[in-house]
């Protein structure tokens, strides 16, 4: 019989891919084992598609991210923050779970406070290289706390902490490149993959329009383009300005959004892409050559931190958001396209630096942790 058989737990963590993948990567392995899985977010977010779409009971919180500024909005973030307290605490005391798995940011502030409250424990995730600020102020009492990032550790108040990488989906590891190149109706032969995350960017979608027709006709690289759902209709408008027949090009994918990341990521060589740190997980996993663009926005700047991490470890191109206009990335890509050798190098590196056991570690913690709770 399974080590988590009759057990239930609570995954909590939302608002971006960034803290809802690794949260169903862990989720998936405990329900293999037996237990029953409750996923705590926001409806509004993407977490409730994503959780329900995975067959998980999804319970609702109204919470939103905290206003930078001390005036009336603050104010009544405070009161709906205090109620969806209160509403974590309900759903503790109803479906009574052995355990919690948060995965950082203000989607799993609510139901830490409501575990500190009722006593229930709790383990935390946090997967950039400086933390959030809920993992730092939230963290003290949790029985772990797992990092993507070892340079992570001194920010975090709490002795028993355990780097273990990002939690990623399995089919990471066991997906090979030509199955992905297969599944995506693509050649094999080399493919360029230009993403912003779910929600796309801006800057590197205005970049990439004016690259297209020349990546795909005269360079005859096959391209990956993801825009982001918020940014299709414009990106098509000024694609068609700029390559009116780009329907027609069978070299071309270009969606708002792909659901299968995994077989996009593997299928690709060469990955354009911010530095969201769970991008960068799913990348080094992926067997590509990584360039990477921080958002300069990111909270705490965390995009840039990890992304010079990798640069550090000669696992990928960085590029600042400034400095990323048509003439630069196209040099880039050239220059890559030149130098094979200079491509595999950046692959080796990146591969190097992937963690594909995340998961199952961060569940052998769920585990000891319930087994001693019930002891």
């Not at 270009?254 to 960068?280: E, H, T, W």
């Amino acid at each position: 019989m399974s080590e988590t058989y009759n057990c239930k737990y609570f995954v909590t963590g939302g608002g971006t891919g960034g803290h809802i993948y690794p949260a169903l990567a862990v989720a998936k392995l405990l329900v293999q084992d037996g237990a029953k899985v409750y996923y705590v977010g926001n409806k509004r977010n993407m977490e409730y598609e994503l959780a329900s779409k995975n067959g998980y009971k999804f319970l609702h919180v109204s919470v939103k991210s905290m206003p930078r500024c001390l005036n009336i909005k603050f104010f009544w973030w405070g009161v709906k923050l205090f109620r969806a307290i209160l509403f974590s605490i309900r759903y503790i005391k109803k479906y009574k779970p052995d355990a919690v798995f948060a995965t950082g940011g203000y989607v799993s502030a609510p139901m830490i406070f409501a575990c500190a409250v009722t006593g229930t424990p709790y383990i935390m995730h946090d997967c950039d290289a400086m933390p959030g600020l809920v993992s730092r102020k939230l963290s003290k009492r949790a029985k772990f706390v797992t990092l993507a990032f070892a340079q992570a550790k001194k920010y975090i108040p709490n002795k028993h902490t355990v780097i273990t990488g990002n939690p990623i989906r399995e089919e990471f590891k066991t997906l090979t490149k030509a199955e992905a190149k297969e599944q995506m109706n693509l050649d094999n032969r080399l493919t360029l993959c230009i993403m912003g995350g779910s929600q796309g960017a801006k800057s590197l979608n205005n970049t990439t329009i004016e690259l297209l027709k020349e990546f795909s006709q005269e360079l005859n690289l096959q391209v990956i383009f993801q825009t982001g759902k918020k940014n299709y209709e414009e990106v098509i408008e000024r694609l068609k300005q700029f390559y009116p027949t780009y329907e027609q090009d069978k070299n071309l994918r270009i969606q708002p959004y792909f659901d299968n990341m995994i077989c996009v990521l593997k299928a690709s060589d060469i990955v354009v892409s911010r530095a969201g740190s769970l991008s960068i997980s799913e990348i080094c996993a992926s067997d590509t050559a990584p360039i990477l663009v921080p958002y300069p926005y990111a909270a705490a700047n965390h995009q840039r931190i990890n992304a010079k991490s990798l640069a550090q470890n000669g696992a990928c191109i960085y590029l600042e958001d400034a400095e990323l206009e048509p003439n630069k990335l196209r040099e880039i890509i050239v220059t890559l396209i030149k130098n094979p050798v200079k491509i595999n190098y950046l692959k080796q590196n990146a591969s190097y630096l992937a963690k594909y056991d995340a998961a199952n570690q961060i569940k052998k913690l769920l585990v000891s942790v319930t087994e001693k709770t019930k002891q």
